[in-house]
């Protein structure tokens, strides 16, 4: 026997109840937009009313939702409502705290495909609620060329020389991004104009500025590897176009919420 047997055991038949969802730490909410969709899949039956908007900075207490119908689909569906806002409440709120930082510069914060099995969408949803901006969602929407791409390939001008027939051949019209280690192989980059960004890999901020100086606005830039919230703003004073952090989605922090019954 499936099913829930805790709200089986304590309502019988229809049993109308209301609920508030509660904010218990300081947060940029995110997710309120997704809960309404959760809560009318559960039950369309169920009455969502959204009391904030995503990416509305919050304070403890702060009350976010109010939800009233039948008791079993509601507490059927509340954890599942309430993992999907933390997680996503807490890489919106890390995200907005870091975009905060380097808003003096040009510089923008993507994340990366280092994301929760199963979960990549929410997750880069709420990177784009706190003010980030989503990189590619998948190894469909983009060719990234890596290192591991440029070595298998025997080079950077291999690597290119192929990409540029297999999106000839296929009739593909996706950004290119290539990864590069060093001045050499930013050198070999140079001759293809059609490549949309080069990214600089594992660099100090003094080296990646000398290296943005040298591709000298030809290319979009970005920064990637070993940036941290410490040394953020180092690296985008440097000119760099963007600056993509995995910690984004794997170490942001889930915000306590929780659901009240009235």
């Given at each position: 026997m499936g099913g829930d047997h805790t709200s089986n055991a304590c309502f019988e038949g229809i049993a109308d109840r209301e609920a508030v969802l509660m904010v218990k730490g300081d947060c940029v909410i995110a997710g309120v937009t997704l809960a309404?969709?959760?809560?009318?899949?559960?039950?369309?039956?169920?009455?969502?009313?959204?009391?904030?908007?995503?990416?509305?900075?919050?304070?403890?207490?702060?009350?976010a939702l109010r939800i009233k119908g039948n008791a079993k689909s509601l507490l059927a569906s509340e954890r599942?409502?309430?993992?999907?806002?933390?997680?996503?409440?807490?890489?919106?709120t890390l995200t907005h705290r870091l975009t905060e930082k380097i808003k003096h510069t040009s510089c923008k914060l993507l994340d990366t495909r280092k994301t929760t099995p199963g979960f990549r969408y929410p997750e880069k949803w709420a990177v784009a609620i706190g003010g980030g901006q989503n990189h590619r969602m998948?190894?469909?929407?983009?060719?990234?060329?890596?290192?591991?791409?440029?070595?298998?390939?025997g080079g950077i001008k291999q690597a290119l020389d192929k990409t540029k027939a297999y999106l000839e051949q296929n009739q593909l019209d996706i950004p290119v991004i290539i990864e590069?280690?060093?001045?050499?192989?930013?050198?070999?980059?140079?001759?293809?104009?059609?490549?949309?960004?080069?990214?600089?890999?594992?660099?100090?901020?003094?080296?990646?500025?000398?290296?943005?100086?040298?591709?000298?606005?030809?290319?979009?830039?970005?920064?990637?590897?070993?940036?941290?919230?410490?040394?953020?703003?180092?690296?985008?004073?440097?000119?760099?176009?963007y600056a993509s952090m995995g910690a984004l989605t794997y170490a942001a922090v889930p915000v306590d919420l929780s659901l009240k019954a009235l």
């Amino acid at each position: 026997m499936g099913g829930d047997h805790t709200s089986n055991a304590c309502f019988e038949g229809i049993a109308d109840r209301e609920a508030v969802l509660m904010v218990k730490g300081d947060c940029v909410i995110a997710g309120v937009t997704l809960a309404q969709k959760i809560f009318h899949h559960a039950d369309n039956s169920l009455k969502t009313e959204l009391l904030v908007n995503d990416g509305e900075k919050l304070k403890a207490g702060a009350i976010a939702l109010r939800i009233k119908g039948n008791a079993k689909s509601l507490l059927a569906s509340e954890r599942l409502v309430l993992n999907c806002m933390q997680r996503m409440s807490g890489i919106a709120t890390l995200t907005h705290r870091l975009t905060e930082k380097i808003k003096h510069t040009s510089c923008k914060l993507l994340d990366t495909r280092k994301t929760t099995p199963g979960f990549r969408y929410p997750e880069k949803w709420a990177v784009a609620i706190g003010g980030g901006q989503n990189h590619r969602m998948g190894l469909f929407d983009a060719i990234m060329i890596k290192d591991n791409h440029v070595d298998f390939c025997g080079g950077i001008k291999q690597a290119l020389d192929k990409t540029k027939a297999y999106l000839e051949q296929n009739q593909l019209d996706i950004p290119v991004i290539i990864e590069v280690r060093n001045a050499r192989e930013i050198d070999q980059v140079m001759p293809f104009s059609w490549v949309k960004r080069i990214l600089l890999d594992n660099m100090s901020p003094k080296i990646l500025r000398e290296n943005i100086d040298r591709i000298h606005g030809e290319f979009e830039t970005e920064a990637s590897g070993n940036i941290t919230e410490d040394n953020l703003v180092s690296y985008a004073e440097t000119g760099v176009d963007y600056a993509s952090m995995g910690a984004l989605t794997y170490a942001a922090v889930p915000v306590d919420l929780s659901l009240k019954a009235l």
